[in-house]
């Protein structure tokens, strides 16, 4: 007989659940012989990487025999020219879901809690619950609000802060949903949380938020020490295979991350084609626009087949199937399109769809139509 493995684990660990990823296009193409497969899945960059970024990776080849620097001086300093913050303000991760975890274990532990919005992403109750920490799930906005349906209910929010409370997991826009926070209304919230209590801002998608949408969160900086904002290279920098993300800090909270941090996190290649996609302006401004017309072209073509869209600031949109999402998805896969269920969380009439190239869009619509019996 093995050993009980399962009642030696941590507490913790033994109420996890692994992360579901998108399903990957290899898979599918395998399994039903397909060719082309278009995938909507995992909200990556339709446009493949800045063509900068590759020739700094073809240029970094010849290095790999050593570690990378440690620190990440030059992606540090592109990113504090690019931002206007400090080099002491910056904690380099492998992703930002590597920073996200950094925070949970310098703060949080066995009978300390963090707070976080139904519907929000699903590495937050990894990165809680894998320290032994308690998650305070709160309620999100009803589905028929009328401004931000299933978005973050932050008045909610803020009553669920107690005295063990050492985070808030605050994600502006939101993974699954796209729902987005109102600035002067978050500031509020920010503002309103005892110093005591680390507010991480997870802006993994802010590249995509229009003015009007966006909050000059890194000015806050300055007022709220107790705020952590990360940004990520996977999504409109177009890195996501490379894992490469950061967050920005007060320099006591970046210098305590960097205490947890494991050596050498971030790889040559990402630290160099992350530095290389940072500068490379003219790809993000088309990486924008592209995802801005297919945002309009999926949700025309969502609602002509009768569906309704949740809002979002994303490059992605979340669908209410009006029956169960992950059969649409499984009826979707032989016809080579790849969408994400998120019945995980909490959604299980919904579907995630990410807003690809014009041709990908008019496939995964077609597709959808004659699923739906709706061609
Ligand atoms: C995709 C995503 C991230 C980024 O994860 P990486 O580890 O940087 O690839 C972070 N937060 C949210 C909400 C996301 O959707």
Redesign the pocket.
Known sequence: MTCDFMSLAVPGVRGLTPYQPGKPESELKREYGLSDVVKLAS?ENPLGPSPRALEALEECLPGLARYPDGNGFELKSAIAARYGVELKQITL??????V?ELVARTFLRPGLNAVMSAHA?A?YPIATKGVGAELHVVPALPADHAVMPCGHDLDAMAKQVDENTRVVWV?NP??PTGTWLEPARLEAFVAGLPETVICVL?E??VEYMSPAQHVDSIAWLAKYPNLVI?R????AYGL?GL???FALAHPDLTDLFNRVRMPFNVSIPALVAAEAALNDTAYLAESVELNRAGMVQLTEGLAALGLKCLPSAGNFVCVDMGRNGREVFQALLPKGVILRPVDNYGLPNCLRITVGTERENAVCLKALAEVLGRA
């Open positions: 909200n991760g492998n992703g930002s879901n590597d996200l992403f590495v994600a939101n993974n997870d993994a998608y990360t990520t290279f996977s999504k996501a894992r490469v993300g």
